[in-house]
T-cell receptor, first 114, second 114 residues
């Protein structure tokens, strides 16, 4: 069975600091990878996704994630965070074949302080 | 509709009562998913529908939980004889098809069992 680990429970950064949120998954086959974001008081929305091709994926609002197959990782990055990036970030994975639903990590809460 | 709609947004119930949660997916989306998010936890997969059928019910925590979907639209998640550990946010998501990229989430139903 697939599983997703997000090791950082809560990250606190100052504005303009660089961000990297870790995501590791366990599954031996081909996977689809996602990052979702939940801003305060809003519902979950897709930030970026990886299916195949270039392992460096660009998402909305300046976010990017890099798929490193050898490390089973899909870390989320942003060079310079803003206060408006304060949110909860969820990594998710599903197998690229068969009927498997998305499996989510426990999430990482990002607090950006001015 | 414009997005995934869930009702009620909040539900407070007494232990032992039955509750019914409703999800209206985006029109035309054949795949529908239910997740649960307990406080401080990640999203826990419960069940998904492809059309009206539910190929994977493995995530349902107990036989007190059931879900149905009619007409490839509305889905209801029923929890019988609620327990305090059922308290959580219940999230519904839909996608164009099961293998379509990304899910569109509703705002969730906050269930509190007293």
């Amino acid at each position: 069975a697939q599983s997703v680990s997000q090791h950082n429970h809560h990250v606190i950064l100052s504005e303009a600091a660089s961000l990297e949120l870790g995501c590791n998954y366990s599954y031996g086959g081909t996977v689809n990878l996602f990052w979702y974001v939940q801003y305060p008081g809003q519902h979950l929305q897709l930030l970026l996704k990886y299916f195949s091709g270039d392992p460096l994926v660009k998402g909305i609002k300046g976010f990017e994630a890099e798929f490193i197959k050898s490390k089973f990782s899909f870390n989320l990055r942003k060079p310079s965070v803003q206060w408006s990036d304060t949110a909860e970030y969820f990594c998710a994975v599903n197998a690229n074949s068969g009927n498997t639903p998305l499996v989510f990590g426990k999430g990482t809460r990002l607090s950006v302080i001015a | 509709g414009a997005g995934v709609s869930q009702s009620p947004s909040n539900k407070v119930t007494e232990k032992g009562k039955d509750v019914e949660l409703r999800c209206d997916p985006i029109s035309g989306h054949t795949a529908l998913y239910w997740y649960r998010q307990r406080l401080g936890q990640g999203l826990e997969f419960l069940i998904y529908f492809q059309g009206n059928s539910a190929p994977d019910k493995s995530g349902l925590p107990s036989d007190r939980f059931s879900a149905e979907r009619t007409g490839e639209s509305v889905s209801t998640l029923t929890i019988q004889r609620t327990q305090q550990e059922d308290s959580a946010v219940y999230l519904c998501a839909s996608s164009f098809s099961f293998l379509a990229p990304g899910l569109f989430f509703g705002s969730g139903t906050q269930l509190s069992v007293l």
